[in-house]
């Protein structure tokens, strides 16, 4: 499919971008699915919400969200276009920021069959700023005709043709102009605080399949720029958990292009902890043939030396490894091997339960032959994301019999490997835990605890883990971290400055309140990568160059060693703050990520001994950026706190 221009409308944007230069901190923001959160202006974020909705006939709801539907990104010369694939429907959405507080997203629907809709929708949704007293200036076509009057949204309050529209609260203001007159509906779902939706029609009725219809909006948005100064209070008496820095995921996967990756970032990362892949099934791949000798008459597969070397180099670096198994072999499986979802919901396969002397000593061998062979003593061994079957699928009862067991195994052959209790592909999976983190037969044998930071970090899901962490008396570790899981298959987004600021966003959230000892990147490979170019995701025409990402791990990874998680608290919900303090050495690190505007900040409860910090900054222009030594005057520090920007304090 292919976006078509009118030649106005090109026109039109030449002239906005002649008139209207763009502002170097005004942009257009979107999830990684490709809903937009809003347009920032001054680096004040201008909220509202988009989606994309299909309403069948029936009034039954589809709309693009995350992992909701076959997405494809690209970025080209300042147009960000998201495809998306609904079964037989196909969206395309181009969103371009055309001049300062304005974006223009252009829109078309299809369908590959003739398809019966109510309507397929653009739809906005007003943030809390747009309360009771919100104004509405609708502009329709001067004539219409009874074809134009289709039939309306489900429980819509007000539907009108449209031509433009303004939306005007005390402080904000969106003004929407629209290349086709078209249908708004409006409703309210909620009369007391008011969540008011705007769906502009696209298409409905009989869609015609390989029919295009296609419309384009330009949405104008501007408001008061919250400047006010904040307050951060930290408690330095509250020490909480150690924090050793930032890990790294090693599994690869790329021979041509990992490399490059893996050597730039042990190069200039500070990176304390690693994981690496135990390619199981690889290494024994023929139940009855023992992978031991097999390997040291010569046939250890490529992938499996490789992995080992991975491990050795890490290991001599004083890197800390942890071993993760993805793929079991297929005679240690029920049944045939997953691929995708099975057809009862679950994925990945559960391990054959009467092979399980089989199993642990297959395993026990891999990590004897690494120690062995290359000299690398692993200090956990996990099942990657078994809570959701990727691979091998567990019950959180098998899940502590298996740690308990092996675990035994383990001592009995001299391993002192201990296991990683969880490494689930969520922070919502933390109930997967709780049976072995309550049995005192399995304790002895858990090294940590384990999160995937992809989906479900709310407060509530991380006090549990610190919770759990602290029942067992052990660290937490968040095994792989990053924010989107299905983000591979439009690896473009990683380059956006959105994605990258809600990232270490969500890291400072989860040091915060899980204080996880470490946080171990997914990938410090070519593999969702924090670089670019050198051909990775397609960028031949560059070199390799690290983007915002990169420079983001680095600048939380300069936090000195040995210090301790404390409480902070910003009387500011745009602020995200976590703190780390060792006493002794009179070392601290105040982490800040400032997602609102440009405004000054005074921090409190700096320990007296602590007479100055450097402050480092990362955003779209600067790049772990020392700006300045700031004296600290009586345990307190007055800073002007850059908006849309990682901030970082930090003493010698």
Do not use: C
Not at 4 to 13: P, R
């Amino acid at each position: 499919m292919t976006l078509t221009y009118q030649i106005n409308l090109k026109y039109l944007i030449w002239i906005l971008f002649i008139l209207s230069p763009l502002h170097a901190t005004s942009q257009t923001e979107f999830t990684t699915w490709g809903n937009i959160t809003g347009i920032r202006v001054d680096n004040q974020l201008m909220e509202f919400n988009s989606s994309l909705v299909v309403v069948s006939d029936d009034f039954n709801e589809r709309k693009t969200r995350k992992e909701g539907q076959r997405i494809n990104f690209t970025r080209t010369e300042g147009h960000k276009i998201f495809t998306f694939e609904m079964e037989n429907l196909r969206w395309l959405e181009d969103i371009s920021t055309t001049g300062n507080g304005i974006s223009t997203i252009d829109i078309e629907f299809s369908s590959e069959k003739d398809t019966l809709l109510n309507g397929a929708f653009f739809r906005i949704e007003l943030p809390k700023e747009f309360g009771l007293d919100t104004k509405f200036d609708i502009k329709g076509p001067t004539s219409m005709s009874l074809r134009d009057i289709t039939k309306p949204i489900d429980k819509a309050q007000y539907k009108s043709p449209v031509s433009s529209l303004s939306i005007a609260s005390k402080n904000r203001k969106l003004e929407i102009s629209l290349e086709k007159v078209t249908d708004i509906s409006i409703r309210a779902l909620d009369s007391i605080r008011p969540k008011v939706e705007l769906n502009f029609r696209i298409a409905g009725g009989t869609i015609k399949a390989d029919s295009i219809y296609r419309n384009s909006f330009s949405i104008a948005a501007s408001g008061a720029i919250d400047k006010s100064p904040i307050s951060l209070k930290l408690f330095p008496d509250q020490l909480g958990e150690r924090f050793d820095g930032i890990g790294g995921n090693f599994r690869l996967q790329n021979p041509n292009l990992d490399p490059q990756v893996i050597d730039y970032s042990l190069k200039n990362l500070r990176v304390s902890w690693s994981r690496v892949e135990m390619p199981w099934h690889l290494w024994h791949p023929e139940r009855n043939i023992d992978p031991t000798t097999a390997a040291k008459n010569g046939n250890l597969h490529p992938k499996v030396e490789a992995a080992m070397k991975m491990a050795q180099r890490l290991d001599k670096m004083g890197i800390p490894v942890i071993l993760a198994a993805w793929f079991p072999p297929e005679w240690a499986i029920n049944g045939t091997r997953s691929r995708g979802e099975n057809p009862d919901g679950t994925r990945g396969n559960t391990l054959d339960q009467d092979k399980k002397s089989a199993i642990y000593k297959s395993i026990t061998d891999y990590i004897l032959y690494l120690k062995n062979t290359f000299g690398v003593e692993t200090v956990m061994f996990s099942f990657n994301e078994s809570d959701l079957g990727i691979d091998v699928r567990q019950t959180p009862e098998e899940h502590n019999i298996l740690i308990k067991e092996l675990g035994s195994y383990f001592r009995s052959r001299g391993v002192n490997t201990k296991f990683l209790l969880g490494d689930t592909a969520d922070a919502n999976g933390w109930e997967f835990t709780t049976k072995a983190s309550l049995d005192p037969e399995t304790r002895p044998y858990i090294g940590g605890v384990s999160f995937h930071s992809w989906r479900g970090w709310t407060i509530e899901n991380l006090v549990k883990w610190s919770d759990i962490s602290k029942r067992v008396g052990l660290p937490l570790f968040v095994g792989e971290g990053s924010i989107d899981a299905g983000a591979w298959r439009y690896p473009q987004i990683f380059e956006e400055p959105t994605y990258a600021l809600d990232e270490i966003d969500v890291y400072l959230k989860i040091l915060n309140v899980a204080q996880p000892l470490t946080i171990l990147q997914w990938q410090l490979t070519a593999d969702y990568s924090p670089m670019s170019g050198g051909g990775i995701f397609g960028n031949e025409k560059e070199d390799l160059y690290p983007t915002q990402r990169f420079f983001n791990l680095k600048q939380l990874g300069s936090t000195p060693d040995n210090v301790f998680s404390i409480p902070s608290k910003s009387d500011n919900d745009w602020i995200t703050s976590a703190a780390f303090l060792n006493k002794q050495k009179s070392k601290i690190a105040i982490h800040l990520v400032n997602k609102g505007a440009t405004r000054n900040i005074t921090i409190e409860g700096i320990p007296n001994r602590i007479k100055r910090v450097k402050m480092y900054k990362t955003n779209t222009q600067k790049s772990y950026e020392h700006s300045e030594t700031i004296p600290v005057v009586d345990g307190s520090i007055t800073l002007s706190l850059e908006g849309a920007s990682y901030i970082s304090l930090i003493n010698d």
